[in-house]
């Protein structure tokens, strides 16, 4: 996946990096379903395959979204966490997730989830916020 930028408009350039459908799924997947091992992501009900998914990550990594780790309780795995750039990225997911919820045949109960984060508005994502920093960078600074 090419982050090759082509123009400064920042709309741009984040899609250059987040417009396709699998990057923005696995950063779901890491901020909402808690998933952090590759293994995990492979299992996701949309079905990507292991070499989209390797190319995703390391593209995610290169440009500061997540970071890579080894897994202190298995010396094969390795460990993805979000950076505070990725965290940043929650009102565009709950942004997406409400819109989707309106207007998409979604699944009710993950609507359920949508719906009750953009209700709470600023301060519920505020506090997610805190408690993805807290799990992914293991501090609640804010």
Known sequence: MSTRERSGCPINLSLELLGDRWTLLI???????????????????????????????????????????????HGLKTVYRLTEAGIDL??????????????????????????????????ALDRMKMALRTEHIGQATG
């Open 90 to 123: 929650l009102p565009v997911l709950a942004t997406l997730g409400a819109w989707g919820s309106k207007h998409r045949k979604a699944d009710d109960k993950l609507s359920r989830i949508a719906d009750d984060l953009a209700a709470g508005g600023e301060a």
């Open 27 to 73: 950063i779901r997947d890491l901020v909402f379903a808690g998933k952090k091992h590759f293994r995990e992501f492979l299992q996701s009900d949309e079905g990507i395959s292991s070499r989209t998914l390797a190319e995703r990550l390391q593209t995610l990594q290169d440009e500061g979204i997540l970071t890579r780790s080894d897994d202190p309780t």
